[in-house]
């Protein structure tokens, strides 16, 4: 991911095996990373039971939330593709019982179809 990139909260796709041993000790013994995202410090984790949001707060981003959102409980989402002047796609996820989406910025690099695949995956079985 480069420099303008990251300042502008554009996310990359980052590799799974990484991931996956980073974060082992919030997965459950049968869960296994299928992608992941980083936005800055933020991650989005999808995994075969949920998507995991890793919100990185303060200066050092020492202090960590773990939003554990279950598929079910999206109750839709909606993918923005980048067009000639707007160069972001952008993702929007709606969790029950919230109005507020969660929403995040793409570059171009990343396949926003192959995101939206997989959550929907997930969410419409």
């Given at each position: 991911?480069?420099?303008?990139?990251?300042l502008?909260?554009?996310?990359s796709?980052?590799?799974?095996?990484?991931?996956q041993?980073?974060?082992?000790s919030?997965?459950?013994s049968?869960?296994?990373?299928?992608?992941?995202?980083?936005?800055?410090?933020?991650?989005?984790?999808?995994?075969?039971?949920?998507?995991?949001?890793?919100?990185?707060q303060?200066?050092?981003?020492k202090?960590?939330?773990?939003?554990?959102?279950?598929?079910?409980?999206?109750?839709?989402?909606?993918?923005?593709?980048?067009?000639?002047?707007?160069?972001?796609?952008?993702?929007?996820?709606?969790?029950?019982?919230?109005?507020?989406?969660?929403?995040?910025?793409f570059?171009?690099?990343?396949?926003?179809?192959?995101?939206?695949?997989?959550?929907?995956?997930?969410v419409?079985?």
């Amino acid at each position: 991911m480069g420099l303008f990139d990251g300042l502008l909260g554009n996310a990359s796709e980052i590799r799974i095996e990484d991931i996956q041993r980073e974060y082992a000790s919030i997965l459950t013994s049968s869960e296994r990373v299928e992608k992941a995202y980083k936005v800055i410090r933020d991650l989005f984790i999808f995994t075969n039971k949920r998507l995991i949001v890793v919100d990185k707060q303060g200066m050092t981003g020492k202090k960590t939330e773990y939003h554990s959102i279950p598929y079910r409980s999206i109750t839709h989402f909606s993918i923005e593709t980048a067009g000639h002047f707007d160069l972001e796609a952008e993702l929007k996820i709606w969790i029950s019982g919230t109005q507020t989406p969660i929403e995040k910025q793409f570059n171009r690099s990343i396949n926003i179809y192959e995101l939206q695949s997989v959550l929907a995956d997930y969410v419409l079985k």
